[in-house]
């Protein structure tokens, strides 16, 4: 299985990361940020929340997909990969992370690289998304058949779209103390945005080569299609897992 960034760098997918700030996606973390910290923002994307994660401290964004990067300025940007966090043991006071973790193949792996990094009673803070626990109404048989092409895709590319339900113990197993979790529900897309959404990731996947589930993504394909334009009013509430533990 290939790991891969399911959402892509279409125009529509850069938008929506652009839209996400430090003051709504890190405020359960802010406690942590004390003055002077070398705090490490894991994918950061184009850093529309690294900018302004931890002002008093030395910030570092790190991010797989080098393109995405911007120009440094007040923050360091890095070319990595979690598994591989070019920097030595016990050297990092918090490492935050948001939206990564549900597309990870082996986040277990990435826990233990960020608990190496991280210093004897550093902190990890991180938000992962949880597609079975998602308000989505209304819920038509065109719109089940969709996510489920949604959440195919997001396997296909070695994700795991329910990973907010267990992350928590995944953090226990990598060895971590001190967890705590809440679940916070955000208006990522509105219903119809979400609609035009998924039928665009079903779309770019059926141009690619024919795969073993093609015939599935074809079907979903066509419910995202007629969930287009057959339902446009509706309410979509992401449910986002945030959780903070100590090394």
């Known amino acids: 299985m290939l790991e891969g960034y399911a959402p892509g760098y279409a125009h529509d997918a850069l938008s929506m990361m652009n839209t996400r700030t430090a003051s709504d996606r890190a405020a359960f973390a802010q406690p942590l940020f004390t003055p002077g910290a070398r705090v490490l923002d894991l994918g950061c994307g184009q850093g529309s929340i690294t900018t ?132 916070r529900y955000r208006e990522d897309l509105t219903y119809r945005a979400l609609a035009t959404y998924v039928e665009a990731r079903l779309a770019a996947a059926l141009a690619e080569p024919p795969a073993k589930d093609h015939d599935q993504l074809t079907s979903a394909a066509r419910s995202a299609w007629s969930w287009t334009r057959t339902t446009a009013i509706g309410d979509f509430h992401q449910c986002w897992q945030e959780l903070t533990a100590t090394r």
Do not use: M, Q
């Open 52 to 183: 302004a994660l931890a002002p008093a401290c030395h910030v570092i964004g790190i991010d797989i997909h080098h393109p995405l990067l911007p120009a440094a300025s007040t923050v360091d940007y890095v070319n990595a990969s979690a598994y591989a966090l070019p920097f030595a043991a016990a050297s990092v006071d918090i490492v935050f992370s948001h939206a990564l973790f549900e597309h990870l193949a082996n986040p277990l792996a990435a826990l233990a690289e960020i608990r190496r990094v991280l210093r004897p009673g550093g902190h990890l803070a991180l938000s992962t998304s949880d597609w079975s626990r998602a308000k989505i109404r209304p819920r038509t048989a065109n719109v089940d058949a969709a996510l489920r092409g949604h959440y195919l895709l997001r396997r296909r590319h070695g994700g795991d779209p329910f990973c907010g339900r267990t992350i928590a113990a995944k953090l226990a197993t990598a060895g971590f103390t001190n967890i705590t979790e809440r679940s």
